[in-house]
């Protein structure tokens, strides 16, 4: 039985938020029956793109995580939902009844995920449906992943056990791995969004200039224990990433010409910009 | 009776039955044959015969002979032509010719005769069936948005879904390019950009005109109170008032004033349509009724078409150079990008939606072995997408940056030498500025620093890297210009200095050109479609890209301004409200054309009295936007006219607002991405070349009319309807469109209607164009499909060589040396900005360098405010309490010496202005610079205009009008100087532009009483 999942890649997505807007425009104004209300037009992130920027100018870069309602296999707000408002179907699909659902307010709350979202004016739940209606009328595909360009958004409808061999050979994560949830909807490169990097530079006085220092080796030691290895590049850059954020202490070795030059300690909250290293 | 006269005789008998039988099946015809009672004639001059038509109460009766007191007479000179002009199938260029001979004459009432021939035309298009009938009771349409192509998805005269194309079986395969081992194919849809998304709230807008408006507190008749705009409300009037106030002031104007009081005024887009956009139906209208025009400047382009035309020419492009086969040759020879103050992933091309992107993820996975480069100030889209090496000048100064990589590169032997010298001339005098021989001053990477705070390391390991690389070199988001840093103080030198680097490592080499993916797709170019500025219907051969192609191929009245007198638009307020200005012209036909300096006024024409204003973008889009208010309430300016489709920006300062609609409630034609005229091939953005039957998907809201019912409204009153018209509908000029071009080879008429779009199947391998410059290098004659520059712009042989002097690109421009220039010297020399770190007191005082370059979510003011979609959009807005703000972007060591947190509101100000912004503190840009993006479309001064602060986001307050050089119409506000701190609360600020009218004001200034609204 094959059953509908969405897979994200953050390392694609460039935050144009035509995923957001495609689902407006399904939802704002539409009434979608038995499936959804009108989507609000205002307040309203069914797919909210969290961002995270790390490190500072000019060794920097920024990610984007589009988050939707998970369409979990194990759903906390089916928990709390009265009168069978919330359901789970065969295909995987969340389905919250707009009719049903009316009134439960307590549903916001439900959602460990923060994507049941309060209609005001209509009084009733709401959330990323996977558009369920298209879905059912032959759409092999939901409006976001139709508009989305750079192919970041996909949804495919495959077997639990094909899904799982894919997120372990692709290494896909969920988020919030933890609340044992069982959410449908997969990230790959998270690591982009939820790890920390050490960068910098090495510079070194060639006969009174200041040069980039190239292909010097540099060595990433946390507690005794190397952690990575490379090369500075023409440029002098280095950068070590997908280091935990709050990892703590580590000592950069930096090796010259066959000598080691320098240590250097780096504090990992966050991204860590280490400027400058004169060698 | 003679064969001709048989002949006439049975085509007048067929048109009457034609009537009736188009009566007879169609209800929308038989409801148009009851808008007037009429008796038409239609006879031949020669022999006196014809036949007459009644019309009355909805129904049509005809008789053979010549009516006693025909209301409408359409006369040909002999029967012969008669017959064989009305004999279908109709030819326009016959038609024309007739009238202009004089042998076909139309004699009645403007209204009449105007009604009579759109009635006529009517009849046999009212049966036309647009779209394709999806499940459940919905239609699906195709349309065209600024950002892409759409279906529009309807249902009971509601917009359902607007979404890009997915194509079918019956849609041709995309084009491959095999590059270093692999094969790289586009997919098979159309993308879009978010403005063009966000499209149905913005139809749906609740600002959105709906009625014909008049200010409360003016009075044609007496009191005029032009100091109130801005600040007065409206009344609603009826259409028949608005068109007939608008109509009179016209010809008030004209009968008290004389030639040029009356001036019109555009945006720099419109919504898309080649017959309904500004370049057509507007200038049919503005030309038809004589007007003063602004005059443009080169918007988005300035320091190429200022500084870079002079080193390589390129004037019909702007500036900008050709970019055939670029993207084939950058994949399989290039080895590096310079993306130099370039976010193509921000402006998406301007009209190129998602469609680069695709291409440029291609760079990613590594298979094409291209390293990136990004040089901004600002982490920019791009750099967040195609991470490389990030370089951040202070803005305005990595023209010193570029100088440095060229010092290095002649102090290291790493430029190709051979090439500089078969291929460019004046390299020495430049070498001599770099090298420190002519001023004692080395631009070496150590100078550079000092201005830009690019460690000198770094730019010498960048010019090394480039030295030994084949490089594209990527300025603005198009790769060859446009955008980015050519808007600044320092933009034509940037631009200049661009092309000079480029020179130096052999431009048209394999691997080695401008671009970053966005132009040079390898499509059908011999496939004829116009785009928008060939000028649709406008007839206007002498501002539009008409005379190239469109003109013989659409036959139509051509049309001409009778008004020579110009406005140069960045001095539009100088110009109308103090009568004086001058301005250097932007024509693309020769280089030399940019140094005709001309004034306003123009020698005996009346200075501007009514402004004929088309949508409300200027007050977002100008620089020191309160000079223009100060326009506005000027009253030298009797009578303001704006047809607008939002009440949003300017609209608010109009005596008379006039609702028109969007392309979605008409019928128009075009193509993605066709811009002709200076973006000739601007298809070369897109992946597949996509034309649109543009069917009106909804009837127009409320009582918002089409530009085009509104122009020729206007013209009945002035008697010029049939002039502007035709005698046409818009679906007659769409289907006259349709058949100009190369469709009609391709795709029946029927079925496109029918289905909406075309794709126009991909190039041949075979038969691509040859790549850009590759001519050049190889000495041959110019080979790529581009009709520039003018033949008479060669020197040496047609097509041979550039449009520069030498036809080489000069390194020491020769129009420069014969128009000497302080601020332009013939070689490129670094001048530090005069609004900057070296302003001195100025910097002083408002020590944050503000960047405005273009927004990633709307495309100038378009699908701003409106209270649309777009205005969710964490980036693109702020929702603090209950008021949308724009975002201000800022260091987070700046703002935490200024207290300032996430989403504060913030004042940004300086002697011009004030803007409430959200701040956003990021590292996206190093200390001492800010960025916001340049033009909203909401101004909402929170007290008077000019002398309060606004909380629109109107940054165009802020930035400086002055244009880069003095010789130049160029705008350089994307940066300015301005000071942020948390807001106060208060709602006062004084602008300078107010500040110095206040003395004389206070004197002269009555009263104002003021109405409330109604
Ligand atoms: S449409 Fe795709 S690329 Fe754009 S924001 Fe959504 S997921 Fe990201
Ligand atoms: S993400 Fe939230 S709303 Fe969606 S299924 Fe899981 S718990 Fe329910």
Redesign the interface.
């Known amino acids: 039985m094959s059953k509908w999942n969405v897979i994200i890649d953050v390392a694609e997505c460039t935050n144009c938020n035509l995923c957001t807007l495609a689902t407006m425009d399904e939802h704002v104004g539409n009434e979608w029956p038995g499936y959804s209300a009108p989507m609000q037009k205002h307040g309203h992130r069914w797919i909210n793109i969290l961002q995270k920027e790390r490190g500072t100018t000019p060794y920097f870069d920024a990610a984007y995580v589009p988050t939707m309602c998970n369409h979990c296999d194990d759903a906390p707000c089916i928990k709390v939902a009265k009168d069978g408002a919330i359901r789970k179907r065969e295909d995987g699909i969340v389905l919250i009844d707009p009719v049903k659902a009316k009134g439960q307010k307590q549903l916001v709350e439900a959602c460990p995920y923060g994507h049941i979202w309060w209609n005001e004016e209509l009084q009733t739940p709401q959330h990323w449906n996977f558009d369920a209606h298209l879905i059912d009328s032959g759409w092999g595909k939901t409006r976001a992943s139709q508009v989305c360009p750079t192919g970041a958004f996909v949804t495919l409808k495959i077997s639990d056990e094909e899904m799982a061999h894919k997120a372990k050979a692709e290494n896909l994560e969920v988020i919030k791995p933890e609340l044992n949830a069982k959410p449908r909807v997969y990230y790959r490169n998270l690591w982009r969004y939820s790890t920390a990097f050490v960068a910098g530079t090495l510079s070194h006085d060639v006969g009174g200039r200041i040069e980039c220092l190239e292909g010097a080796k540099l060595r990433l030691v946390k507690d005794g224990k190397t952690v990575a290895e490379q090369a500075s590049d023409n440029y002098g850059d280095f950068k070590f990433d997908r280091l935990p954020e709050n990892s703590g202490s580590y000592v950069l070795e930096i090796e010259a010409a066959g000598k080691t030059k320098k240590t250097v300690d780096a504090h990992v909250t966050e991204s860590v910009n280490l400027g400058d290293i004169r060698v | 009776m003679s064969f001709d006269t048989l002949k006439f005789s049975t085509v007048l008998f067929g048109l009457a039955q034609a009537l009736k039988l188009s009566a007879w099946q169609h209800p929308s015809f038989r409801e148009r044959l009851k808008e007037r009672n009429l008796v038409a004639q239609v006879k031949a001059r020669d022999e006196e015969i014809g036949r007459w038509y009644q019309i009355s109460n909805g129904r049509i009766s005809s008789r053979k002979g010549l009516h006693a007191k025909p209301d409408v007479t359409l006369s040909f000179k002999t029967a012969g032509d008669g017959a064989r002009l009305l004999t279908p199938p109709i030819n326009w260029l016959e038609q024309i010719n007739a009238q202009k001979d004089f042998i076909l004459t139309v004699d009645g009432e403007e209204d009449l005769t105007n009604w009579f021939a759109q009635t006529i035309m009517q009849s046999q298009t009212a049966g036309w069936k647009f779209g394709t009938p999806m499940?459940g009771g919905v239609m699906r349409y195709c349309n065209m948005t600024n950002g892409g192509p759409v279906f529009v998805d309807v249902k009971d005269d509601?917009i359902?879904?607007?979404?890009?194309i997915?194509f079918d079986d019956k849609d041709p395969p995309p084009w491959t390019i095999k590059a270093k081992g692999h094969s790289f194919t586009p997919p098979r849809r159309t993308?879009?950009a978010?403005h063009g998304?966000?499209t149905?709230?913005i139809i749906?807008a609740p600002n959105r005109l709906l009625k014909p408006m008049k200010r409360v507190d003016f009075d044609p008749n007496g009191a005029r109170n032009p100091q109130n705009r801005g600040k007065s409300g409206y009344v609603e009037i009826s259409w028949d008032e608005a068109l007939s106030i608008v109509s009179s002031e016209i010809k008030r104007m004209k009968r008290d004033f004389g030639p040029g009081s009356i001036a019109v005024s555009h945006g720099s887009h419109h919504t898309w349509g080649n017959i309904g956009y500004y370049l057509s139906a507007l200038f049919r209208f503005s030309n038809a009724v004589g007007m003063t025009r602004v005059h443009h400047n080169p918007d988005s382009w300035e320091g190429w078409y200022w500084g870079a035309v002079h080193h390589w020419g390129h004037t019909l492009r702007v500036g900008q150079s050709e970019t055939y086969g670029t993207v084939e040759d950058c994949m399989q020879n290039a080895e590096m990008i310079v993306f130099w103050s370039a976010d193509p992933?921000t402006t998406s091309g301007s009209y190129g939606?998602?469609e680069g992107?695709?291409r440029r993820?291609w760079l990613?996975d590594g298979k094409l072995g291209i390293k990136v480069v990004h040089v901004d100030p600002f982490?920019n889209?791009s750099a967040?997408?195609l991470?490389g090496?990030?370089?951040?000048p202070k803005p305005t100064t990595s023209v010193a940056m570029a100088m440095a990589i060229a010092q290095v590169w002649i102090e290291e032997g790493l430029y190709d030498k051979e090439y500089v010298k078969t291929h460019t001339v004046g390299f020495d005098k430049w070498a001599d500025y770099l090298t420190g021989k002519e001023d004692g001053v080395p631009k070496t990477p150590e100078w550079q620093e000092k201005e830009t705070g690019v460690?000198?390391?770094?730019v010498?390991?960048?010019a090394?890297?480039w030295g030994r690389k084949k490089v594209y070199l990527a300025p603005g988001g198009w790769g060859n210009g446009h955008g980015g840093a050519c808007r600044n103080q320092t933009g034509i030198q940037w631009a200049r200095v661009m092309v000079c680097l480029i020179a130096m490592q052999g431009l048209g080499k394999p691997g080695i050109n401008m671009g970053n993916l966005q132009w040079g797709c390898p499509l059908d170019f011999n496939f004829y479609f116009p785009g928008y500025s060939d000028g649709g219907m406008s007839g206007d051969l002498e501002n539009t890209g008409m005379p190239v192609e469109l003109y013989q191929r659409m036959p139509q009245l051509a049309t001409m301004n009778s008004t020579f007198q110009r406005i140069p638009r960045i001095w539009m307020p100088e110009a109308l409200a103090d009568g004086k200005a001058e301005g250097w012209p932007w024509v693309g036909k020769s280089i030399e054309h940019q140094f005709a300096k001309f004034a306003y006024p123009a020698p005996g024409h009346s200075p501007v009295k009514m402004l004929y204003k088309y949508g409300g973008s200027i007050i977002g889009t100008m620089n020191n936007t309160n000079r223009h208010v100060r326009m506005y309430q000027s009253e030298k300016l009797e009578f303001i006219v704006n047809q607008s489709i939002w009440h949003e920006g300017e609209s608010m300062f109009a005596d008379i607002i006039l609702p028109a609609c969007t392309n979605f409630e008409r019928v128009d034609i075009s193509e993605w991405a066709g811009f002709g005229g200076y973006g000739h091939h601007g298809q070369q953005q897109l992946n597949h070349r996509v034309i649109i039957f543009q069917a009106p998907a909804i009837k127009p809201l409320g009582e918002s009319k089409t530009d085009y019912w509104i122009f020729n409204e206007i013209s009945k009153r002035l008697g010029l309807a049939n002039y502007f018209s035709e005698g046409m509908n818009e679906i007659d000029w769409v289907k006259r469109h349709f058949d100009a071009s190369d469709l009609p080879k391709k795709i029946s008429w029927k079925e496109f209607m029918k289905r909406g779009y075309y794709v126009v199947p991909a190039e041949k391998e075979k038969l691509r164009t040859p790549l850009s410059f590759k001519w050049f290098v190889e000495n041959r004659k110019k080979d790529v499909p581009e009709p520039h520059p003018l033949p008479s712009d060669y020197t040496e042989e047609f097509l041979k060589g550039l449009q520069t002097q030498s036809g080489k690109l000069e390194f020491e421009c020769n129009s420069l040396k014969r128009f000497a220039d302080p601020e332009r010297p013939p070689i490129v020399k670094y001048e530090p900005s005069w609004e900057g770190q070296h302003s001195g007191a100025m910097f002083e005082k408002f020590p944050l360098q503000m960047l405005t370059p273009h927004a990633?979510?709307s495309f100038h003011t378009q699908g701003d405010g409106k209270?649309s979609?777009?205005?969710?959009?964490e980036?693109h807005r702020a929702?603090v309490g209950d008021y949308y703000y724009w975002i201000m972007r800022m260091?987070p060591e700046d703002a935490a010496e200024r207290g300032i947190k996430k989403h504060d509101i913030v004042k940004v100000f300086n002697d011009r202005g004030a803007v409430l912004c959200a701040a956003l503190p990021?590292?996206?840009?190093?200390r001492g610079v800010c960025h916001g993006y340049e033009s909203c479309a909401v101004y909402d001064p929170m007290g008077e205009p000019g002398k309060s602060v606004d909380r629109g986001g109107c940054l165009n307050l802020l930035t400086p009008e002055k244009t880069q050089t003095k010789t130049t119409h160029s705008l350089a506000g994307a940066n300015a100087l301005v000071q942020i701190e948390k807001w106060d609360g208060k709602i006062e600020h004084m602008s300078e532009t107010f500040a110095r009218m206040e003395p004389q004001k206070k004197a002269v200034e009555p009263v104002a009483v003021l109405e409330p609204a109604k």
Request: no cysteine; charged share 30%.
């Open positions: 499940p509601k359902i879904r607007m979404m890009p997915d993308t879009i978010p998304q966000n149905k709230s749906y992933e939606a998602q992107t695709i993820q990613k982490f889209s967040q997408f991470p090496k990030w370089f951040a460690p000198a390391k770094d010498r390991a960048l090394r890297e990633k979510y209270d979609f777009i205005m969710n959009i980036d929702k260091n990021t590292h996206r840009l190093g």
